[in-house]
């Protein structure tokens, strides 16, 4: 299905598991379960939600209405909803945002490429515990990973957005959920995996100080893949009849549904393990190996296979999320620059590989980056997007894109409209600038 020229995505169940594909990733299987840990169980969740409704929703369904009026990606659909004024070089940041978040985020999906394949070839035993530390020690395993990482996924974004994205999304994001659903049903199954669920669920209202709040915004953000054009760039493949609230709901519910089915497959197993939760970022790299390594003393089998599945669903998400990232600076050169598709993923790939390359080697390259997209980038951009949307668009263009011309959606308008022009931009500069005084 073609719009001026453009692919689009082929209906509304490829657009949420495309959109699905790019919010599920490092985020939920990584992140979301130490951070629960950390700020206070089910109050942190509660936190989550709230944050997901009131400034994430919001967020994401601006981007889906700048992106799905203009059919453009970020720069090309800011200059066309605003002619000759500024704000399409306010959103050049949001091009820019998402090739720095890849160039990270790839050496982290190398790790889970080369964890994935020591599971395969290797297993993890108790004599290589302190792995992560000395494959990331050296830098030679961590580039060629990257690389490795980045070329699949470059590759399936040169496809095409209807055959490469599309089509690799629809496939493997049902598979995904399928392995992630064995995986937390066997880490429920072991003895004192009760202690985890706990853990889990207790709310501790104690631990929610001023970092789990921003913590808790900012996990919202960088978990549904906003501020940075991605849902920007899906929404404007998105066929003009289609519903996107319901769309923007769906991937919200399966991104929420996955970091939970997540962090009961990982804190069960953790408690049943005996060891201490509070790993922080390197629980998936450090405590889950040792998890295997020791599960495998009295079930090698087993473990053996279950770390298989765990290691290859961590490299699929982070694949899906990938590619969204790389499809916002390949709109851009296309549709900007006039690019062939192929010529732009080469240049894209060209300048991801390079800075990835210095964050492989330097974790305090990698640090800044990681700190500079997902404290403030992704924020600002959230920002810029409920802004445009509520005060520079008018009110009319914005209501006939969420309703279809007014066919659906009527009465929730006034809610979702006010939400997008006062509620999202006060809550997120609120937030922001507690978190600068702090
Ligand atoms: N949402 C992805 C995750 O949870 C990360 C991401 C952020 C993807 C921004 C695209 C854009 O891992």
Request: glycine share 10%; proline share 3%; with cysteine.
């Amino acid at each position: 299905m073609k719009t001026e020229g453009r692919d689009m995505f082929g209906s509304r169940l490829s657009a949420v598991l495309a959109m699905a594909g790019s919010a599920i990733g490092l985020g939920n299987i990584w992140r979301f379960p130490y951070m629960v840990g950390q700020y206070g169980g089910a109050a942190f969740i509660v936190l989550y939600l709230v944050f997901a409704l009131l400034l994430s929703m919001p967020i994401f369904l601006s981007e889906s209405i700048i992106g799905r009026t203009a059919h453009k990606g970020t720069f090309g659909a800011m200059r066309a909803l605003a002619p000759g004024s500024k704000w399409h070089y306010v959103g050049f940041i949001t091009v820019i945002s998402p090739i720095v978040l890849i160039s990270y985020y790839s050496v982290v999906g190398g790790w889970s490429l080369h964890y994935f394949t020591e599971s395969l070839i290797h297993g993890f035993s108790m004599e290589k515990s302190g792995l992560f530390q000395a494959f990331t020690s050296n830098g030679t395993g961590p580039v060629v990973c990257h690389s490795l990482f980045l070329l699949l996924c470059i590759y399936i974004v040169s496809v095409g957005v209807k055959d490469g994205i599309e089509r690799f999304n629809k496939y493997v994001m049902p598979v995904l959920f399928v392995l992630m659903v064995v995986i937390m049903t066997y880490s429920l199954s072991l003895t004192g995996s009760m202690n985890g669920v706990r853990y889990l669920l207790e709310p501790d209202f104690g631990k929610l100080n001023a970092t789990a709040v921003a913590a808790a915004m900012g996990q919202s953000f960088f978990s549904l893949s906003l501020g940075v054009g991605t849902i920007l760039t899906y929404s404007s493949y998105l066929h003009s009849k289609e519903n996107i609230l319901s769309s923007g709901i769906g991937t919200a519910a399966f991104d929420l549904l996955f970091a939970l089915i997540a962090g009961f497959a990982v804190m069960p197993a953790v408690f049943a393990a005996g060891i201490e939760p509070g790993a922080g970022p390197g629980l998936v790299f450090d405590t889950i190996p040792y998890i295997f390594a020791k599960m495998g003393q009295d079930m090698p089998l087993v473990s053996r296979m279950v770390s298989i599945l765990f290691f290859l669903s961590l490299l699929v998400a982070a694949v899906t999320s990938a590619i969204s990232m790389l499809e916002v600076g390949v709109a851009f050169l296309v549709e900007e620059k006039g690019m062939g598709r192929r010529k732009a993923c080469a240049v894209i790939f060209g300048i991801t590989w390079i800075v990835g390359v210095l964050c492989a080697v330097g974790p305090a390259v990698f640090n800044t980056l990681d700190h500079l997209v997902s404290d403030y980038l992704m924020a600002f951009g959230g920002l810029l997007f409920t802004l445009f949307v509520g005060w520079k668009m008018k009110k009319e263009t914005v209501r006939k894109d969420f309703t279809n011309g007014g066919s659906r959606n009527n009465r929730i308008f006034g809610v979702v409209y006010f939400l997008i022009k006062y509620v999202a931009p006060i809550g997120i500069a609120a937030i922001f600038i507690t978190n600068l005084v702090l």
